[in-house]
């Protein structure tokens, strides 16, 4: 149980282009999924996250109107990175955390999608 | 704010023992996690600390203490397919219960 999917897994797209990523919990329902940013060599940073029904919570320093991000069930988030530049290059996971109570302070653990490689030319 | 630190990169041998230290300061803990991250996918869970002592599954353990704001992770028995990188993260209930990540220790097990 607990699986996430995303896709695509890798795309690559010229500059100027917008590129939507699909975040989605197969068996479970996820209130709340996260986006992360990981750079090569890197941790994982923190983009934004994502209440279903409800606005994205985005982090200090990450654009909201170049990363949309749309959660409009509890199975499915999509980041759409708008007008994409070679410096978005970089590998974008998401993860769900399972609606287990009322509360994030319930849950245990975040399930993280497989990831997907985004590559600006 | 939150601050996580661990070390860059470790070297070990097959089948030996290696600890991976991760300290951290935040306001409001609430849960430390170890993430074992091969290059190109996705973290997995490795394992879950909230209160102190030490937490063992299989060859992986985990140790926290909470008043020293410290944690390692103990991998036994080394395996080739253990080289990756470790992440610890904290969930702090004063960054809305976000995960902050460390830095991230990239170790590799020579044969």
């Known amino acids: 149980g607990a699986v996430v999917s995303q896709h695509p897994s890798w795309v690559i797209c010229k500059s100027g282009t917008s590129v939507k990523i699909e975040c989605r919990s197969l068996?479970?329902?996820?209130?709340?999924m996260f986006w992360y940013r990981q750079f090569p060599k890197q941790s994982l940073m923190l983009m934004a996250t994502s209440n279903e029904g409800s606005k994205a919570t985005y982090e200090q320093g990450v654009e909201k109107d170049k990363f949309l991000i749309n959660h409009a069930s509890l199975t499915l988030s999509t980041l759409t990175v708008t007008s994409a530049h070679p410096e978005d290059s970089s590998f974008y996971i998401c993860s769900a955390a399972e609606a287990r109570g009322r509360s994030l302070s319930s849950y245990n653990e975040q399930f993280f999608g497989p990831g997907t490689r985004l590559t600006v030319l | 704010g939150q601050n996580i630190d661990q070390p860059t990169e470790m070297t070990a041998t097959e089948g030996a023992i290696v600890q991976i230290n991760c300290t951290y300061q935040?306001?409001?803990?609430?849960?430390l996690f170890w993430y074992q991250q091969h290059a190109g996918e996705a973290p997995t869970f490795l394992s879950y600390?909230?209160?102190?002592g030490l937490e063992e599954k299989g060859r992986f353990s985990s140790f926290l203490s909470r008043s020293k704001g410290y944690s390692y992770l103990l991998l036994k028995e080394l395996q080739m397919k253990d080289s990756a990188s470790y992440l610890c993260a904290v969930r702090d209930r004063d960054y809305g219960q976000n995960f902050v990540f460390g830095p991230g220790t990239r170790l590799s097990v020579l044969p």
């Open positions: 068996d479970f329902q996820a209130t709340t």
């Open positions: 600390n909230v209160l102190d």
């Open positions: 935040t306001s409001g803990f609430n849960g």
